[in-house]
């Protein structure tokens, strides 16, 4: 009997930690724009080329700027849907630019959107780096 009472005893105050974690109170925020709470991250970077759909792409590697969370939209326009989200600091493969809204955040505006491989979804170009241009990407 006094095996169990010390066995519960000290097993108890470990069952704290197989509690979960509180729901967030609010959305990530990056730039005041709210990243929706259903959506999805983006697949990042991939140097698998043997895939049918990957053997003659043309994309191109980029690092997203930043450390939050960043809406990639179905169109490239603010007021489109964001089913997916990358991530600053990460890198992800584009394939092509698109004129769009224009967007200004911190007083830089930019009316590009970058067009991710794997989710042909779109990120605004203030977020991704040098090498994500134009000139690199071609026009969608």
Same mark, same amino acid.
């Given at each position: 009997?006094?095996?169990?009472?010390?066995?519960?005893?000290?097993?108890? #105050?470990?069952?704290?930690?197989?509690? #979960?974690?509180?729901? #967030?109170?609010?959305? #990530?925020?990056?730039d005041e724009t709210v990243?929706?709470?259903?959506?999805?991250?983006?697949?990042?970077?991939?140097?698998?080329?043997?895939?049918?759909?990957?053997?003659?792409?043309?994309?191109?590697?980029?690092?997203?700027? &930043?450390? &939050?969370?960043?809406?990639?939209?179905?169109?490239?326009?603010?007021?489109?849907?964001?089913?997916?989200?990358?991530?600053?600091?990460?890198?992800?493969?584009f394939d092509c630019a698109?004129?769009?809204?224009?967007?200004?955040?911190?007083?830089?505006?930019?009316?590009?959107?970058?067009?991710?491989?794997?989710? &042909?979804?779109?990120?605004?170009?203030?977020?991704?780096?040098?090498?994500?241009?134009?000139?690199?990407?071609?026009?969608?």
């Amino acid at each position: 009997m006094k095996l169990i009472q010390f066995l519960i005893a000290s097993i108890l #105050p470990f069952s704290i930690f197989a509690m #979960p974690n509180p729901a #967030p109170a609010a959305s #990530p925020t990056v730039d005041e724009t709210v990243v929706a709470v259903e959506a999805v991250e983006a697949v990042g970077y991939s140097e698998k080329r043997d895939e049918p759909s990957k053997l003659f792409a043309r994309d191109r590697v980029c690092r997203i700027n &930043g450390s &939050g969370r960043v809406n990639c939209r179905s169109c490239p326009s603010t007021s489109c849907s964001a089913p997916y989200y990358v991530v600053g600091g990460s890198s992800y493969n584009f394939d092509c630019a698109a004129a769009g809204e224009c967007v200004t955040i911190g007083g830089v505006t930019n009316c590009n959107w970058d067009r991710t491989v794997a989710e &042909g979804c779109y990120v605004s170009a203030y977020y991704t780096d040098s090498g994500c241009t134009v000139a690199n990407l071609g026009r969608c």
